[in-house]
């Protein structure tokens, strides 16, 4: 008989434990061991199968129990211990307060008072399985290391009822997707409420007269408050209920729907938790990919209706305070909308009072060179309406540069203003509690924090590998249990699984791959040439073992058939007991697999991974590198910490180069990383020791997203909040004002150009040390001088005159003349030899431009 209705019945712990339900409501204990180890002592067999969620454990521990717990002194005196040890992590003053006391004593720009930080997805815990892949794990390390550093970040997402999907294998090994629905009282979240205890309620108009209303839920990860909209209220109709049915699921419209409430929704419930709980205002809005790009939109109708600002003024005093990260090194990878179906949204009978329906459309519209003027597209909104963007790796932000280029035509590849913050991960999160008990061991704080201990002799090479060893050995154990759930859930007899309990070998060289499973990623590169995997595979001698994971979209069905293929490959009896799947690849999985691994396979299509940080969660337990140099390996390979793929750029024909770079990846596997592994003096490795430690002392401290944190302030979010204030104020004026000057640029810049340029001291030929000087004359029109920079332009040419490698300098204002037009000269030194070349060009120039870029308007000498 099936229940009409289901709810979770809670457990009131009696009083001396009480302290448990705020440790199972903060979710600092998914990074915690201590925390997490006081939870397990309740009932270790419950404990795991409820994977290690407190919020479970709690719900289903009898009152018997929890009685008896009541008067055990030793764990009464264990959860008070607990509760004032995180009481004194959310309260004490950390790097964020030191850091502003520092800025304040120096007389520098003063730190965001809050940041708030919007994301379609967040990978938190396995017990909040809001998150598909790499971005919402970024968004999940991004927060916990906010709270480590005590930065005031508000994290803004949706709740979505099954999360993404769960993945099982049918008996030929196609992917199968499940979506359990969640109960959110059931969840480490509590319900966002009025003072008079009645829900948050958010709202947003739908077209037809319909209304979308959203409940907000908020879950504690460490000092960091993350708010989620939850659609499945009883004032939605059937269809508005659906809106957060599931993640990356639903039609083109229904993703629209899922974005408006992620972005205009989330920045109403930012507005409702900053009233409730007295929080400042956030300076700074990062929108995490452009998912969340109509923050801008909402934020710019608060504008109009509460200030009645004009629509250029409320988006330039808007944009000063957004920062916009992409994500995405691919166009087919970002959301783009039909500009008819945007226009039904914010026109008609759905229009916002003081806001025409073209003009939000322009902050979309692919109206540049080779796009599409019938599309709306979110990433063009985010870097439009945002002051500061940038990419998650150094190679990412270049690939980004030349990806979004079109948006600023007359300036070159290197000069598009994204810059870029290399992703990073939390290394409590990540770091598997043995490995990090030894280390805390062996090694200070200090050391542990700069890694150098790993160079010292204080953790002898034996007891290095003896604890390699015990994290593989429980990757073993994990995967031989999670094979023979798989084959039960295929339809397998428990008499035909006896083989499962010779899987992997906890001694034998173990190669970790797992990932979201696009076709760039090349989940079955490895199976270009099946005998030579095969051979490896089962080399008497010096075998290898692979572990794979990964989830495709549903609606992927390459994806889905490469997932296929190797599957069908792992199920050979020849090779089964050699190379595994492991389905449902989540958090859960990860801290197993990750440090059970000694090397890490990452081979992407290069320049298409955006950054890929698995890699880096392997290398924080002592794994090495194996990949392509793309992403974040491409910067932090040094030759030593593990080894690069190479990669047959050029080769035009997708199935040659796959072929090349198989080639080159079996080659390095037969003859460098596995006689490197087997390589034994008294039974240790010592040279593939020697690269374990030099990893660890060198790429530990680089990975941390405690670093990536505090990039993003320093480098983007305070230069963001100071730009913020420059338009804030009564009446917003400098906002105001601002906008007027863009305008009346814009009127005005046909009317500029460079007429004519004339040089001094080059001759026919120059010698580096001669000086030249550069005379521009320019007209200027209705501008001023001080409106432009007028700019010489310098450096290598290539044959066909075209400046490569350039500096900018400014010409200073020598001589106005009739009717609008200026002379400007600089004289400068040749420094270099060689093909030399420079021209001249104008550029809009004000004090609160982020840089020469930002209006888009250049006048070149011709």
């Not at 920079?789 to 003349?817: C, I, K, M, P, W």
Request: net charge negative.
């Amino acid at each position: 008989m099936r229940a009409i209705r289901r709810f979770t019945v809670r457990n009131v712990l009696p009083e001396p434990i009480a302290g448990l339900d705020d440790l199972a409501r903060n979710l600092r204990w998914s990074w915690h061991e201590p925390t997490r180890a006081l939870f397990e002592s309740i009932d270790p067999q419950r404990w795991r199968e409820v994977r290690g969620e407190p919020v479970r454990l709690l719900a289903g521990t009898p009152t018997e129990r929890l009685a008896d717990l009541a008067t055990d002194e030793a764990f009464v005196a264990r959860v008070r211990k607990q509760v004032q040890e995180l009481h004194e992590y959310l309260d004490q003053p950390r790097w964020y307060q030191s850091e502003a006391a520092r800025r304040a004593e120096a007389g520098e720009d003063a730190l965001p008072a809050a940041v708030a930080y919007f994301s379609a997805e967040f990978g938190i815990a396995a017990a909040l399985p809001q998150y598909s892949g790499g971005l919402g794990i970024l968004a999940g390390d991004h927060l916990k290391s906010a709270s480590d550093l005590g930065a005031p970040i508000i994290g803004v997402g949706l709740l979505y009822d099954s999360g993404y999907f769960r993945q099982s294998l049918t008996r030929d090994g196609w992917q199968h997707e499940t979506y359990p629905l969640l109960d959110p009282d059931n969840l480490p979240l509590t319900l966002l409420r009025e003072g008079d205890g009645a829900p948050v309620r958010i709202s947003l108009p739908l077209p037809g007269g319909r209304t979308l209303h959203a409940q907000v839920w908020r879950a504690d990860v460490g000092r960091v408050p993350l708010l989620l909209l939850d659609s499945q209220v009883p004032d939605n109709d059937e269809y508005a209920r659906g809106v957060t049915d599931r993640l990356y699921g639903g039609t083109s419209e229904h993703r629209l729907q899922q974005e408006l409430l992620l972005g205009m929704g989330g920045v109403k419930a930012v507005r409702a938790f900053t009233r409730l709980s007295g929080a400042p205002t956030p300076e700074v809005y990062h929108c995490n990919e452009g998912h969340a790009g109509f923050l801008g939109v909402e934020r710019v109708r608060e504008l109009v209706a509460s200030e009645n600002l004009p629509w250029d003024a409320a988006v330039e005093a808007v944009r000063a305070g957004t920062l916009f990260t992409t994500h995405t090194p691919v166009p087919a990878g970002i959301d783009r909308f039909g500009a008819d179906l945007i226009a039904t949204y914010f026109g008609g009978g759905n229009a916002i009072e003081g806001i025409d329906v073209e003009d939000v459309l322009a902050l979309g519209r692919e109206d540049y060179h080779e796009g599409d003027p019938t599309v709306f597209n979110m990433a063009v909104m985010g870097l439009r309406m945002a002051k500061y963007a940038n990419g998650v790796a150094r190679l990412h932000g270049s690939v980004s540069r030349g990806m979004f280029s079109a948006l600023w035509p007359g300036f070159a590849r290197h000069e598009v203003p994204i810059t870029s913050v290399t992703n990073g991960v939390h290394g409590p999160t990540w770091t598997d509690p043995l490995f990090a008990a030894a280390q805390a061991e062996y090694f200070t704080p200090e050391q542990i924090a700069d890694g150098s201990g790993w160079l010292s002799e204080q953790m002898d090479n034996a007891t290095l590998w003896q604890l390699r060893r015990r994290l593989r050995e429980r990757l073993v154990v994990d995967a031989r249990q999670r094979v023979h759930a798989s084959w039960r859930a295929r339809g397998a007899s428990p008499a035909e699984l006896g083989w499962v309990e010779g899987v992997l070998d906890p001694d034998v060289l173990t190669i970790g791959f797992a990932r979201r499973v696009p076709t760039y990623k090349r989940l079955t590169l490895m199976l270009r040439d099946t005998d030579r995997l095969r051979a490896l595979l089962t080399d008497p001698e010096r075998p290898v073992q692979i572990v794979v994971a990964g989830k495709s979209h549903p609606a992927d069905e390459q994806g889905v058939s490469l997932i296929q293929r190797l599957v069908q490959f792992a199920d050979g009896a020849e090779v089964r007991h050699r190379i595994v799947f492991l389905p449902n690849y989540d958090i859960e999985m990860a801290q197993t697999l990750y440090p059970g691994t000694d090397v890490w396979l990452n081979n992407p299509l290069r320049p298409l991974e955006a950054c890929g940080t698995s890699g880096m969660k392997a290398a924080l337990n002592g794994s090495l590198n194996l990949s392509i140099l793309d992403g974040w390996w491409d910067e932090m390979y040094d030759g030593r910490n593990g080894w690069a793929i190479p990669t047959a750029d050029g080769v035009e024909d997708p199935d040659r180069r796959d072929d090349l770079e198989a080639a080159a990846l079996y080659d390095l596997l037969e003859n460098t990383v596995v006689p490197r592994f087997y390589d034994r003096t008294d039974g240790v490795p010592e040279r593939w020791l020697e690269m374990v430690r030099h990893t660890l002392a060198t790429l530990g401290p680089k990975v941390q997203a405690t670093r990536m944190l505090r990039e993003y302030v320093t480098d983007l979010y305070t230069p963001t909040a100071v730009a913020a204030r420059a338009m804030d104020g009564p009446g917003h004026s400098g906002a105001v004002a601002f906008a007027q000057w863009k305008q009346r640029l814009r009127a005005a810049w046909d009317g500029v150009r460079v007429d004519h340029v004339e040089s001094e001291g080059a001759g026919e030929s120059a010698q580096v040390g001669q000086r030249i000087t550069a005379n521009a004359f320019v007209s200027l029109g209705e501008l001023d001088p001080a409106d432009v920079r007028v700019q010489v332009v310098h450096g290598s040419v290539s044959d066909n005159d075209e400046l490569v490698d350039f500096s900018t300098a400014d010409l200073h204002h020598a001589e106005a003349y009739e009717q609008g037009r200026h002379r400007f000269s600089r004289t400068f030194t040749m420094d270099q030899s060689g093909s030399f070349g420079y021209t001249v060009r104008i550029v809009p120039s004000h004090d609160l431009l982020a840089g020469d870029t930002e209006l888009g308007l250049v006048a070149a000498a011709t």
